[in-house]
């Protein structure tokens, strides 16, 4: 059963920092391209960073130079740091893998950054 478990979110000011951690189980976590996604209220589910097997990254123009993902194997976990957030940053964050053909695993709860003046 795959799951995944994020965590690390929380109220900020704009220009503040998170660092959120998404613990994966259920499988061969070392194989897969990881994304981080995010949805905001009344939009659709984005693909906000991604790392590869190889450990890679690619990242959307809107949080370039101020997001940082990284995964450690031995923990089956992937991070995502965010510095001088934004309040359009704010949403419920996800972590599942990212493919070329868009197939996901169940999704678990995300973590809530709102972002506030």
């Known amino acids: 059963q795959v799951q995944f478990a994020e965590s690390g979110g929380g109220m900020v000011q704009p220009g503040g920092s998170l660092r959120l951690s998404c613990a994966a189980s259920?499988?061969?976590?070392?194989?897969?391209?990881m994304g981080w996604y995010r949805q905001a209220p009344g939009k659709q589910r984005e693909l906000v960073a991604s790392?590869?097997?190889?450990?890679?990254?690619n990242y959307i123009d809107s949080v370039k130079g101020r997001f940082t993902i990284s995964r450690d194997n031995a923990k089956n976990t992937v991070f995502l740091q965010m510095n001088t957030l934004k309040p359009e940053d704010a949403a419920v964050y996800y972590c599942n893998v990212q493919t070329l053909r868009g197939n996901y695993y169940p999704w678990g709860q995300g973590t809530q950054v709102t972002v506030i003046s």
């Open positions: 790392i590869n097997s190889d450990s890679s990254t």
């Open positions: 259920g499988i061969i976590f070392r194989i897969y391209n």
